[in-house]
């Protein structure tokens, strides 16, 4: 069982920064990726951010690009996405989310992942 907490999240003004959190416990063993997704108000969930499990290798989304940075803790087997130059479309809930092993799938792909966290709000004021 994989527990995954999200934290960090709030309110900010346009051009503002956050740090998001998700700290993970449980049996996380063949987890390949840990990716960030975020999911607006009548939208559908999208990608934000991906990172190899126990590399440097990381993907995002083309619409947070220079801006998103993704990292982790291996120590506190945490994942962070730190978020700079933000703008009101970035309002959404973020949610982290681990595979349960590669099955082939692109780690932008939601269907990749079998576990995700609760998720936390970010609201970007204009």
């Known amino acids: 069982q994989v527990q995954l907490v999200e934290s960090g999240g709030g309110l900010v003004q346009a051009g503002g920064s956050l740090r998001l959190s998700c700290a993970a416990s449980?049996?996380?063993?063949?987890?390949?990726?840990r990716a960030w997704f975020r999911q607006a108000p009548g939208k559908e969930r999208e990608f934000v951010a991906a990172?190899?499990?126990?590399?440097?290798?990381?993907y995002y989304a083309d619409s947070v690009k220079g801006r998103f940075a993704i990292s982790r803790d291996d120590a506190k087997n945490t994942v962070y996405l730190q978020m700079n130059s933000l703008k009101p479309e970035d309002t959404a809930v973020y949610y982290c989310?681990?595979?349960?092993?590669?099955?082939?799938?692109?780690?932008?792909?939601?269907?990749?992942?079998?576990?995700w966290g609760q998720g936390t709000q970010v609201t970007v004021s204009s």
């Open positions: 989310a681990l595979d349960r092993g590669y099955r082939g799938l692109s780690p932008a792909s939601s269907d990749a992942y079998a576990d």
């Open positions: 990172m190899l499990y126990s590399g440097t290798t990381t």
């Open positions: 449980g049996r996380t063993s063949g987890t390949v990726y």
